[in-house]
């Protein structure tokens, strides 16, 4: 009897076999009694092959040995073996003899771990015995609804685990890496003190090159063991999750490389790729596409996001390069594509193919989210898929994200004249359901560290990276920052070597960073900040028009209209000692942050009166307003 049933084959020629990862791959069966049997079943996909073996330790490598037969119905094209000599711990390739007669020495697609690069075999593990400890956060996971996910606190840290920090006694080695379960005291420890709520992981699933940062995945199903094995990693997320902080991973369905131990020309033929070169592969990035026209394909993608969230509880994945795969001719030229049916330039089964799997994630894992990098105007990113949208739960902000460091990079002088940058996401705001994100991809490839795109002197830009994070933490929507520039990261980011952590014993970096860390515990604390993040109930302008002065003044608004934030941002190095803020009632307002104070290298002599009562003054086009002598580069942050 096959292990590979006829269900489900049936299962998998639909597309919905979405627990596909416990059937495909290698598995450890050990049966108990007399007649027990003890070995492991290997089972592959390679519909298109003339011959399958696999090959491994367990028999020296005999590429002919333990050739697979191919399962009922046959045009399935699934191969299985059961080989009594293999265990856990057992390494393992596919030998595939393609009809062309060709030799495809293949990693298995579905194999849970793998060798430590430049070596790719996968390793026969049994992932099914962690013992998890989450079980509060999982509970209350599950309890939530669409619109506690969407109303949530959200502020993640995004996180490239070989970078972040390394082994201090192993510095000069390739691999200094923490494991994971260093990085489960370390990381988890800083992420929570910090005030982070998630932890974005980059390059988790298998990927043979570091300078990939774990966006050429060749392992979907296996994180990658260049930090420990699969166990490693899931205590990872058990300890993130015992510490309250949630986890989302980057994933990468848009593209594989064509490494040939990997996914490309599975079988000596174009298998989980598009056939037809300009349909199937990105010129500029040396990568091959998924055909997402194939039932087994999608099966295959959703099946690992599936995988990930439900058994790995990992609580929302961030999809890579959507525009890539929503667009057929994502960097490309004339002659290099090929239209839809239609003759246009969307990429209809990829629209199909998101649909599905965001719908399936998020109904059948509440309190899960699914996070679209989508760099173009598409409309209705997060959108439910029954009212023509893709049904994301939040898009990244790429034209706040460019308006925003734009307006940043310039010297105040010009900002006057380019107000409108810092202003011109909230007309959109409503449009999608965001998160405002200042990633990796900012900090790479000579585009400066944030701390060097900062004009002026140092002590200039140490003051506006600190107005740049208020205006961020104070505006509308999620929040993403890259690891390191918490406390004004100088150097770009390297994926070989670590973050500069001596820096904190500079008073400018350490007070960045102390900085960040309280504009972190006030979006944590106060509800206004994230619970209406996706309408303008939640967001109100003071004056979106102060352009002489390049200061931006507005509140941020609870549902129950308790505990109001205002905040008030000079972008220039000139003192306002007269300023004059109008405010929407005549209450007191309490000061809760303040630049200018000693603990942030502030200038203040003496400390600042906690308290502001609003007076019948016009300002600002409101009745009522308070008099605050605003520093150069002041923030002023004040509940109400």
């Known amino acids: 009897m096959s292990y590979f049933t006829e269900m489900d084959s049936y299962l998998f020629g639909q597309g919905t076999h979405y627990d596909i990862y416990r059937k495909l791959g290698a598995h450890y069966v050990c049966e108990k009694g007399k007649d027990g049997k003890e070995g492991v079943c290997f089972n592959v996909w390679a519909p298109n092959a003339a011959r399958v073996y696999v090959i491994g ?53 579905y194999g849970n771990y793998t060798q430590m690069r430049p070596e790719t075999a996968s390793i026969v593990v049994d992932i099914e015995h962690f013992k998890w400890t989450d079980n509060a956060w999982m509970k209350k996971r599950a309890a939530m609804t669409e619109e506690d996910v969407i109303s949530q606190p959200m502020a993640i840290y995004e996180v490239h685990l070989g970078s972040w920090m390394r082994h201090p006694d192993k510095a000069d080695e390739v691999d ?29 699933s298998e990927y043979p090159f570091d300078g990939s940062w774990g966006y050429q995945v060749t392992g979907y199903y296996a994180p990658t063991s260049r930090y420990g094995t699969p166990e490693d990693f899931a205590y990872l997320v058990n300890q993130f999750h015992k510490n309250k902080i949630g986890v989302i991973l980057d994933w990468v369905p848009a593209h594989f490389p064509r490494d040939s131990h990997g996914l490309s020309w599975f079988d ?42 439900e058994h790995y509880h990992i609580d929302g994945l961030r999809v890579d390069a959507v525009a890539s795969m929503l667009y057929l001719d994502y960097g490309k030229n004339d002659g290099q594509w090929v239209a839809n ?7 209809l089964e990829a629209i199909e193919f998101f649909k599905h799997l965001n719908t399936l994630v998020t109904r059948r894992n509440p309190g899960t989210c699914m996070i679209a990098e989508e760099s173009t105007a598409w409309p209705k990113i997060t959108a439910h898929a029954e009212d023509g949208g893709l049904n994301f739960t939040f898009k990244w902000n790429m034209g706040w994200m460019h308006d925003f460091l734009s307006y940043m990079k310039l010297d105040p002088y010009f900002r006057r004249d380019n107000h409108n940058l810092m202003t011109f996401a909230m007309s959109y705001n409503e449009s999608e359901k965001y998160v405002l994100t200042l990633s990796h991809d900012e900090v790479v490839h000579l585009k400066c560290s944030l701390l060097n795109k900062m004009p002026g002197y140092e002590v200039d830009k140490f003051k506006n990276l600190m107005c740049a994070y208020a205006y961020m933490m104070g505006h509308s929507g999620k929040k993403l920052l890259f690891m390191g520039q918490e406390f004004a990261q100088a150097q770009e980011w390297s994926e070989a070597r670590e973050l500069d952590w001596y820096l904190l014993q500079n008073p400018d ?33 003071i004056n979106a028009d102060d352009r002489d002065r390049s200061i931006f003044s507005f509140v941020r608004k609870s549902k129950d209209g308790k505990n109001n934030l205002l905040f008030v941002i000079n972008m220039t190095p000139m003192a306002r000692d007269d300023y004059r803020v109008g405010v929407p009632k005549r209450k007191t307002y309490k000061l809760i942050l303040n630049s200018e104070d000693k603990k ?19 300002c600002d086009n409101r009745q009522f307003s308070f008099a605050y002598p605003l520093a150069p580069y002041g923030v002023a942050v004040f509940k109400f």
Not at 189 to 194: A, E, R, T
Not at 276 to 303: A, C, M, Q
Not at 341 to 347: D, F, K, R, S, V
Not at 521 to 528: E, P, R
């Open 57 to 109: 330790d367990f028999n020296g490598w005999n590429e002919y040995s333990h050739e697979m037969y191919r399962v009922e119905p046959t045009t399935m094209g699934v191969y299985e073996l059961f080989v009594p000599e293999a265990r856990l711990g057992t390494l393992y390739k596919y030998l595939i003899i393609g009809r062309d007669g060709n030799k495809y020495y293949k990693t298995d697609p």
């Open 176 to 204: 200094a890496y923490y494991s994971y379960r260093d990085l489960a005291d370390k990381l988890v420890k800083y992420v929570k003190d910090m005030g982070y709520t998630h932890v974005e992981l980059m390059g988790v």
């Open 268 to 309: 000596g033929s174009p298998t989980y790729e598009y056939a037809d070169t300009r349909k199937g592969e990105h010129p500029d990035w040396g990568t091959k596409i998924f055909d997402y026209s194939k039932t087994e394909v999608k099966n295959f993608l959703i099946g690992s996001a599936l995988m990930w969230i």
């Open 341 to 347: 049916q239609y003759g246009g330039n969307e990429n």
């Open 509 to 541: 970096h350490k007070k960045v960073q102390d900085w960040m860390k309280e504009l972190l515990h006030i979006y944590q604390k106060n509800k206004c900040m994230y619970e209406l993040d996706h309408t303008w109930a939640g967001f109100e302008w």
């Open 600 to 618: 942030f290298n502030g200038t203040d002599e003496t400390p600042r009166p906690e308290s502001y009562k609003a007076e019948k003054q016009e």
